[in-house]
């Protein structure tokens, strides 16, 4: 006998309602508690007149001076960080293994809405991904993935329902399903779009500010997501003006871009960790991952560190369970054998990975 779809989507609800509040506040505990701990001590050290190495990221990008002011503490964020050994391999693998935090957000804004037409405000607000990803700018990704997670938690089993509950509906009084007033679905083109918004978007300004460490263009990189929406966009106008019609389905187009961030992830985890587990670098391991229980780091850097650190783990975890809350199970083994999947392949390539390869599962699984 099958599960009651209905009483399945409402224990999700709680599960969502229970998990989700509850990381947000850790996250913002933990990464936010971090950021105001070395908040004076890194604007003391890298935008004051004169730094310790001689020069100042204390310069007029914009021309507003208190515009400038905050902006300096930003980029100082991130130079601290590659000024640290530890701090540069991570924000490298970080960044490498990133790109599957941009194509979940463009993804479900592709989704189509339920059956039903209604998406209601946290539905809409999906439709928005450059906006979800500047709020990652603002107040970093690992508080903005588990609040994403939760509208994405939330909507996706209200959709279950009313798609259910609309089919039924449909069938009792027509017969048969409906098709005069279903939902326009999104084309192929739209999908592909999310590649040269990662490319152009996401890829091309984090290769500029590891190349260059230039101050000027680590501002310019903080607005990335403006970048992801006017490729994407450019890309539709292109299509669109040409008139051209894809061969791809939109179910392949989706895999394809899981499949080439699960790829890329992949590869950043070999060539940045599987060294160190070869060499049996314990040490560096537990630098790069684990997070410092000290309350007072030896230095700025270490601090800026450990603040990123906890930003990368909460926002994986976060886009992790939006797909094991919003896909039913067969069974509690067949949960059981995904979460042991998914530890292991943690381990073999990655987080990063593993969440797109999480991502593809559900795409060709038991989603509506």
């Given at each position: 006998m099958g599960r009651d779809p209905v009483k399945s989507v409402f224990s999700g609800r709680?599960?969502?309602?229970?998990?989700?509040?509850?990381?947000?506040?850790?996250?913002?505990?933990?990464?936010?508690?971090?950021?105001?701990?070395?908040?004076?001590?890194?604007?003391?050290?890298?935008c004051s007149p004169s730094t310790k190495n001689g020069s100042t990221y204390a310069l007029?990008?914009?021309?507003?001076?208190?515009?400038?002011?905050?902006?300096?503490?930003?980029?100082s964020v991130f130079h601290a960080a590659i000024n640290d050994s530890i701090g540069y391999t991570f924000l490298k693998y970080f960044l490498g293994t990133s790109s599957i935090y941009i194509v979940l957000p463009c993804l479900e804004a592709l989704r189509p809405p339920n059956a039903a037409g209604d998406e209601g405000r946290l539905g809409r607000s999906l439709r928005w991904p450059a906006s979800w990803l500047q709020a990652t700018q603002v107040v970093t990704l690992g508080v903005t993935m588990p609040v994403w997670g939760?509208?994405?938690?939330?909507?996706?089993?209200?959709?279950?329902?009313?798609?259910?509950?609309?089919?039924?509906?449909?069938?009792?009084?027509?017969?048969?399903?409906?098709?005069?007033?279903?939902?326009?679905?999104?084309?192929?083109?739209?999908?592909?779009?999310?590649?040269?918004?990662?490319?152009?978007?996401?890829?091309?300004?984090?290769?500029?500010f590891f190349h260059y460490q230039d101050p000027k263009i680590t501002v310019l990189w903080q607005i990335f997501p403006i970048y992801v929406f006017l490729a994407g966009w450019i890309y539709r106008r292109l299509a669109n003006l040409a008139h051209s019609h894809s061969t791809t389905s939109v179910k392949d187009a989706s895999r394809f871009i899981l499949i080439a961030s699960f790829l890329t992830s992949a590869y950043f985890h070999l060539i940045i960790v599987w060294p160190l587990f070869v060499s049996g670098d314990v040490t560096s391991l537990q630098q790069l991952f684990l997070p410092a229980y000290s309350p007072t780091p030896a230095t700025v850097e270490s601090s800026v560190v450990a603040f990123l650190r906890y930003d990368f783990h909460f926002a994986w975890i976060s886009a992790l369970l939006v797909t094991f809350l919003t896909v039913r199970f067969q069974s509690v083994w067949h949960a059981a054998q995904i979460v042991v999947v998914t530890s292991v392949g943690m381990v073999l390539v990655g987080p990063g990975a593993m969440v797109a390869g999480a991502a593809l599962w559900k795409e060709g699984g038991t989603l509506l």
């Open positions: 709680v599960l969502a309602l229970t998990i989700y509040p509850a990381l947000s506040l850790l996250s913002a505990y933990l990464i936010l508690g971090h950021l105001f701990e070395f908040y004076s001590p890194l604007r003391s050290e890298y007029p990008y914009t021309g507003f001076q208190r515009l400038d002011y905050e902006l300096c503490f930003m980029v939760l509208v994405v938690s939330l909507v996706r089993m209200q959709d279950s329902t009313a798609y259910l509950e609309a089919k039924e509906d449909q069938k009792r009084r027509t017969g048969a399903d409906n098709q005069e007033n279903r939902p326009a679905i999104p084309t192929a083109h739209d999908v592909l779009s999310i590649i040269p918004s990662v490319v152009f978007g996401g890829a091309l300004p984090s290769y500029a």
